[in-house]
């Protein structure tokens, strides 16, 4: 896992997972707990949540929550939506959304029913909780969109892309079929067939079945 044991790589993403989240009080309240637990990431995975966790400090609540809408909500490439990047909201989404319902569902998770299973922050949540291998596989098979959505941030100069970069350190470098998609997406952008499907929902929290 690039370096990473299990324990570190399961602490990066859910940090990643909280800071990618819409800021909130709660959110601020817990950056010293958050900065402790990046503490346990080595260099340099840790470094990037290390920026982000500063900014989210330094940075009035109203502002960061009016650029977190700004970002995620009105930038279609800065979409959290995992299968939007290859589906967008066409019908062939719908079924792509169940290898998600799949992999949480075996390792007995389940999600609220407000929140999409693809969410990024989900994932993230999902494989620093329940079952590591299973959310890095999730990550590894929409690994075009995780990059490109780490370069739309990086393009606009959102303090975000930290908080991906420091996500897709831990995967496998992209290979060329994966290198085309994320070519072709940032050229062409997900496909428009809308069918309903609601990319921007806000995040909620999963829980493990009793």
Same mark, same amino acid.
């Given at each position: 896992m690039s370096g990473l044991n299990p324990r570190a790589a399961a602490v990066l993403y859910q940090v990643a997972a909280r800071v990618l989240d819409y800021p909130d009080e709660q959110l601020i309240a817990s950056l010293p707990t958050l900065r402790a637990a990046v503490q346990q990431v080595p260099e340099p995975y840790g470094r990037p949540l290390g920026r982000l966790l500063d900014h989210?400090?330094?940075v009035p609540l109203e502002s960061l929550t009016a650029d977190y809408v700004a970002t995620f909500d009105l930038?279609?490439?800065?979409?959290?939506?995992?299968?939007y990047y290859a589906y967008g909201d066409t019908r062939?989404?719908?079924?792509?959304?169940? $290898?998600?319902?799949? =992999?949480? !569902?075996?390792?007995?998770?389940?999600?609220?029913?407000?929140?999409?299973?693809?969410?990024l922050c989900v994932v993230l949540e999902f494989a620093a909780t329940a079952d590591l291998a299973a959310g890095?596989?999730?990550l590894n098979e929409?690994?075009?969109?995780?990059?490109l959505l780490r370069l739309a941030l990086q393009d606009c100069h959102?303090?975000?892309a930290d908080a991906v970069a420091a996500v897709t $350190?831990?995967?496998? =470098?992209? !290979?060329g079929d994966e290198r085309r998609a994320v070519a072709r997406l940032a050229a062409e952008g997900p496909p428009g067939e809308d069918v309903g499907l609601e990319p921007f929902a806000?995040?909620?929290?999963?829980?493990?079945?009793?």
């Open positions: 989210l400090g330094a930038r279609r490439r800065c979409c959290l939506y995992l299968t062939k989404r719908g079924v792509a959304l169940l $290898s998600f319902k799949q =992999a949480y !569902r075996a390792a007995t998770v389940e999600l609220s029913t407000v929140e999409l299973p693809d969410h890095r596989q999730l929409h690994r075009a969109g995780v990059e959102s303090p975000y $350190s831990t995967l496998p =470098a992209l !290979r806000p995040p909620d929290l999963m829980r493990a079945r009793a």
